[in-house]
T-cell receptor, first 117, second 110 residues
Framework: GAVVSQHPSRVICKSGTSVKIECRSL??????MFWYRQFPKQSLMLMATSNEGSKATYEQGVEKDKFLINHASLTLSTLTVTSAHPEDSSFYIC?????????????FGPGTRLTVT | QQQVKQSPQSLIVQKGGISIINCAYENTAFDYFPWYQQFPGKGPALLIAIRPDVSEKKEGRFTISFNKSAKQFSLHIMDSQPGDSATYFCAAINAGKSTFGDGTTLTVKP
């Protein structure tokens, strides 16, 4: 149980284009999902908290107009990197919290490797 | 200001040995402390977690020791195996939001 999927696992796009990454909770409902960014050999940096049916909460320094988050259902959140640039190349990871549990445990997706050329 | 400090940055242990990774936090509002294991190119996987009202939790070869007064907690991996070679992250959670340590790269030599 508690499986989170991400799609795509890898994506290469040209500078200036937009890329959408999907995060799905497969066997539980998640009113709250989180989006992280991870650089090589570094820790996870929280970008934003995604709440179903409401606007995402972005961390300080994260451009909300560049990283668009939509959490339209209890099992799906999407992150769209708009007008991507090479410096946006990174490993993006989502996580989800099980709405049916009172614990704070987060279940992570397998990540999406974005390369902007 | 980093709220969760993790050490060591890297660790090499012989097969069968004990791996110990330490974390220290400053914010006393943290109320849940999970450990994650991450393999290259994969997302983190929850290993074990503890609440601050418990001093120790054991699950298989993995044990968390928690010292509330010192604001420290550690992960012990008993009988370490080459398959345990990965990066380990501690985290501390407050109001549902996680703060991660910088990670420890563990290498278990056969």
């Amino acid at each position: 149980g508690a499986v989170v999927s991400q799609h795509p696992s890898r994506v290469i796009c040209k500078s200036g284009t937009s890329v959408k990454i999907e995060c799905r909770s497969l066997d539980f409902q998640a009113t709250t999902m989180f989006w992280y960014r991870q650089f090589p050999k570094q820790s996870l940096m929280l970008m934003a908290t995604s709440n179903e049916g409401s606007k995402a909460t972005y961390e300080q320094g994260v451009e909300k107009d560049k990283f668009l988050i939509n959490h339209a259902s209890l099992t799906l959140s999407t992150l769209t990197v708009t007008s991507a640039h090479p410096e946006d190349s990174s490993f993006y990871i989502c996580s989800a919290r099980d709405s049916g549990r009172t614990s704070y445990e987060q279940y992570f997706g397998p990540g999406t490797r974005l390369t902007v050329t | 200001q980093q709220q969760v400090k993790q050490s060591p940055q890297s660790l090499i242990v012989q097969k069968g040995g004990i791996s110990i990774i330490n974390c220290a936090y400053e914010n006393t509002a943290f109320d849940y402390f999970p450990w994650y294991q991450q393999f290259p190119g994969k997302g983190p996987a929850l290993l074990i977690a503890i609440r601050p009202d418990v001093s120790e939790k054991k699950e298989g070869r993995f044990t968390i020791s928690f010292n509330k007064s010192a604001k420290q907690f550690s992960l012990h991996i008993m009988d370490s195996q080459p398959g345990d070679s990965a990066t380990y992250f501690c985290a501390a959670i407050n109001a549902g939001k996680s703060t991660f340590g910088d990670g420890t790269t563990l290498t278990v030599k056969p």
